[in-house]
């Protein structure tokens, strides 16, 4: 089971608390004056002193307590209370040491009225104090469980990064072995069509590794990946593969998390056009809609197959990416296409480079 470490808070804030605490405190000081005068013959600003001495006293005592002592989580009700009865009796004491008369008379005449009052001022001080307390160790558990979130969403960035890396280096040597044997077997039929497929090849590469070095990519970095990666394919599937990009200038340059659309492709290739005798075309698209970024994989072949439609492994990785880089507002549908194929349709908004 885990815990919340409560987490330190600056001078700033515990200043501001003590002032917000102490006008809480003058501010039933006054009340708690107001409504003893109606039963004494004192003057009012007598009972006020009186009230106002305990009260402030019961303040600092339980202030000093929990900022210098700082007991332990289990002995605090222990420590509160105490810190209480010292204030009162504390603040009784200042009145006597200033021979104030309203404290003189109930000690010499009516001592039962003297604890009577003595414990409902300490009751007073109590509830008041258990509220504060209450607030404030609220607002730090708040702010420890806030703080928890916050690392943990660190956390699982990382996390996901780490898991995107692996995934490079799941698909990347398949796909890389498979492309220099391609080349290989294409030297002695047709050196022309090798030296083509080496330049994608090389685009390729180089746009991968630019994409590892960064967290970050651009929808230019990305359609650049896929179109070595789909000039790749093409040359493999010879007429059986073609295909179409089309992005507004616009959104060049807007950020895209990377290996995003790429899964997508993949499985539009292998599990959509592969399998069909005569092939057929993928069509990526990127549009701007309602201020979110609409990426499109759409192709006409045979279409996913039960097993794989919406719960495949890459598109797993690709939800959980969405999920943890946007939360709720970024989502995948995969659609049948009408005339046959799949369409797969992310949104995600909008974000700066």
Not at 295 to 323: C, I, M, T
Request: aromatic share 6%; with cysteine.
């Amino acid at each position: 089971m885990s815990t919340i470490a409560l987490t330190p808070i600056s001078a700033g804030q515990i200043r501001r608390a003590l002032w917000r605490n102490l006008l809480i405190t003058l501010l039933v000081n006054t009340l708690a004056g107001v409504f003893f005068s109606l039963t004494s013959d004192s003057p009012l600003w007598r009972v006020m002193l009186t009230t106002h001495t305990v009260g402030v006293s019961v303040f600092v005592a339980i202030t000093l307590t929990f900022t210098v002592i700082k007991p332990s989580p289990a002995r605090e009700p222990l420590y509160f209370m105490g810190a209480i009865t010292v204030g009162a009796v504390l603040g009784l004491a200042i009145n006597w040491l200033v021979r104030l008369d309203e404290v003189a008379w109930m000690v010499t005449e009516y001592p039962s009225y003297l604890l009577a009052s003595l414990i409902v001022m300490m009751l007073s001080a109590a509830v008041v104090a258990s509220v504060l307390w209450g607030r404030e160790k609220t607002g730090r558990l708040e702010a420890a469980y806030h703080a928890e979130q916050a690392k943990r969403g660190e956390q699982d960035k990382a996390l996901m990064q780490a898991q995107l890396r692996m995934l490079q280096a799941q698909i990347e040597p398949h796909f890389l072995f498979n492309t220099l044997a391609n080349v290989q077997s294409l030297i002695d039929i047709s050196p022309a069509m090798a030296k083509q497929m080496l330049g994608l090849f090389n685009d390729y590469l180089r746009a991968s590794l630019a994409r590892t070095r960064d967290a970050q990519a651009t929808v230019r970095q990305e359609l650049d990946l896929l179109r070595a990666y789909l000039g790749i394919l093409q040359i493999r599937m010879a007429d059986r593969l073609s295909f179409d990009i089309d992005c507004p200038d616009s959104l060049l340059e807007q950020a895209l998390p990377p290996m995003l659309l790429q899964p997508l492709v993949e499985n539009a290739v292998r599990h959509g056009l592969e399998p069909k005798v005569e092939g057929g075309t993928v069509r990526i698209r990127l549009a701007l809609q309602d201020g979110q970024l609409i990426a499109e994989v759409s192709d006409d072949g045979l279409g996913l197959p039960a097993q794989v439609s919406g719960q495949g492994v890459g598109l797993a990785n690709v939800r959980a990416r969405l999920a943890t880089l946007y939360g709720g507002q970024a989502r995948l549908a995969l659609h049948a296409q009408p005339t046959g194929g799949t369409r797969a349709r992310i949104s995600l908004p909008l974000e700066t480079r």
